[in-house]
């Protein structure tokens, strides 16, 4: 790779790719992008690298002619770039590729991959092994707080990133992390998702259980006890498997869990026997998950509880991951990245317990590839009914997903007020932020649950809530001014 001079990036918006293009960058290439549409944060993390994004997709976006084309995932055969890139001979590889060929080689890599929480748990170990003065090399799905940065490439040995089980481009449609080869592994969680490109279930636990096979004797993976598909995958390991969680049997066991109004504090038994007490800002007991695997990762490698629960007690957060956006009249507006029934669990849990005298809003548009289809719908209302209020917004663009497959947002609707909640079906952003801003009000907490742009309804919302108050805004600048919880 050290000849290439260019490298352009198709699809260069997204998290991981748009993390490539900055390390890519540091590595002295020219780096060129393009997207069909920008959107925060990683349009602006791209300004801030001063790497150029040309939108839409164009044939011109490769002129002149770049040494390597970087193909994204979301990439299909039809895209106009990459019909170019094949007409006219241009070398071109995979993200995962040129990240195991580049980054990882002679590296201890270290795979932090799960259904949920890859994000958090990714950004805590880094900070973790950063803090012990390991000066790490990372790669995270989001753009983590304690460092400003989805990536880093640091100068020891430890290469620690997330590992996403999604495809990997449209010529390589295995998962994106048996590319990475890992030395160990964390495993939070096996859940049926991305269901336009597993069938079931057990095709999940397939591509995990090939992950686990890759880890070598000398490795470890340290996994969740809960689930059966967690034990299917790493049943047959050929290294120690170490699990945490919160029963007896568990090598790393949380106890005396507290989730406070400002706080979280638990201990750890390890292998039954008193190990630590952490405590951080954050709320939910899902991140306590999280950290416990971290902690449990960074202690096998030699890093000291002390150096952990220091780590831990700074952690701050994921840019859209429960990121207050705005104040603006006494209501709180929060992002949250949350496209999976679980997730969505997790994430107005947490607000809850946050929030604990607030109406609680959720307003969702179903976007990703499992949440736009209707094979998670029941769970779907479970989880929404967990608010006072839900909205829920068309399907991003529901004609490419077969009617008979589609998500029925009315059948939504109806479960959801079917557990006493009042429920509402708003086609599009526009009429959303019409309709609900002047029902808000002071005390209240919005939770918009998106993994894409939107429409744009992060700046329409608090715009239209302070106007309708007068001009009157406490925070409209999208810091965030109290801790709160981070999921991935």
């Known amino acids: 790779m050290t000849e290439k001079k260019q490298i352009h990036l198709i699809g260069i918006c997204g998290t991981a790719m748009a993390s490539l293009a900055g390390m890519l960058k540091q590595r002295g290439y020219r780096v060129t992008g393009s997207d069909a549409a920008a959107y925060p944060p990683m349009s602006n993390f791209l300004e801030d690298l001063g790497i150029p994004v040309a939108q839409p997709f164009s044939s011109k976006n490769l002129s002149p002619r770049p040494d390597l084309v970087v193909v994204g995932n ?3 055969r039809g895209n106009v770039e990459l019909e170019y890139v094949l007409d006219e001979h241009i070398p071109f590889c995979s993200l995962p590729q040129i990240l195991h060929d580049e980054f990882l080689r002679g590296k201890e890599v270290l795979v932090i991959a799960g259904t949920h929480g890859k994000t958090t748990t990714t950004s805590m ?47 390589d449609k295995g998962p994106k992390f048996l590319h990475y080869f890992p030395d160990s592994i964390i495993l939070t969680s096996v859940e049926f998702d991305h269901a336009d490109i597993y069938k079931d279930l057990e095709a999940v636990e397939i591509a995990f259980r090939r992950l686990v096979n890759l ?5 470890r993976i ?27 049997k568990a090598a790393w066991r949380v106890t005396d869990l507290s989730l406070e109004a400002s706080r979280t504090r638990w201990s750890v038994l390890r292998d039954g026997e008193p190990w630590a007490e952490f405590e951080f800002s954050l709320a ?10 971290a902690a449990a990762m960074a202690g096998g490698y030699g890093i000291s509880k ?22 603006v009249n006494g209501i709180t507006i929060i992002d949250d990245f949350a496209h999976h029934p679980t997730a969505i669990t997790g994430t107005l849990s ?18 990703s590839n499992t949440m736009r289809r209707n094979v998670l ?24 997903i077969p009617e008979n497959e589609r998500l029925d947002l009315a059948a939504v609707a109806t479960q959801v007020e079917r557990h006493g909640r009042r429920a509402r079906v708003i086609s599009d952003v526009d009429s959303i932020v019409q309709m609900v801003a002047p029902e808000m009000r002071p005390g209240d907490v919005i939770a918009i649950l998106s993994n894409g742009g939107f429409g744009g309804i992060y700046e329409k919302l608090p715009q239209r809530l302070k106007a309708l108050a007068g001009g009157s805004s406490t925070n409209s600048s999208g810091e965030n001014p109290i801790a709160v919880p981070a999921k991935a």
């Open 215 to 219: 880890v070598p004797r000398r490795g």
């Open 306 to 327: 002390d150096e952990i629960g220091a780590a831990l007690k700074t952690f701050k957060s994921v840019r859209r991951r429960l990121e207050v956006k705005a104040q």
């Open 74 to 76: 979301a990439i299909s």
């Open 377 to 400: 719908q029941n769970e779907l209302a479970a989880s929404l009914a967990l608010a006072d209020e839900v909205v829920v917004a068309g399907i991003f663009k529901s004609d490419a």
């Open 125 to 171: 170990l880094a900070w973790i092994f950063h803090t012990a003065g390991h000066q790490p090399s990372f790669l995270i799905g989001g753009i983590a707080e304690n460092f400003g940065s989805s990536f880093a490439l640091g100068q020891g040995k430890y290469f620690i990133l997330e590992g996403d089980e999604y495809d990997t481009a449209f010529f």
């Open 350 to 367: 947490a607000l809850r317990s946050r929030y604990p005298d607030a109406r609680l809003w959720a307003i969702l548009e179903p976007r």
């Open 284 to 293: 939910g007991e899902y991140n306590v998950w999280n950290a416990t695997a």
């Open 222 to 248: 340290v996994a969740f006890e809960h689930g059966e598909s967690i034990e299917h995958c790493v049943s047959q390991a050929f290294c120690p498997v170490e699990r945490y969680g919160s029963s007896l």
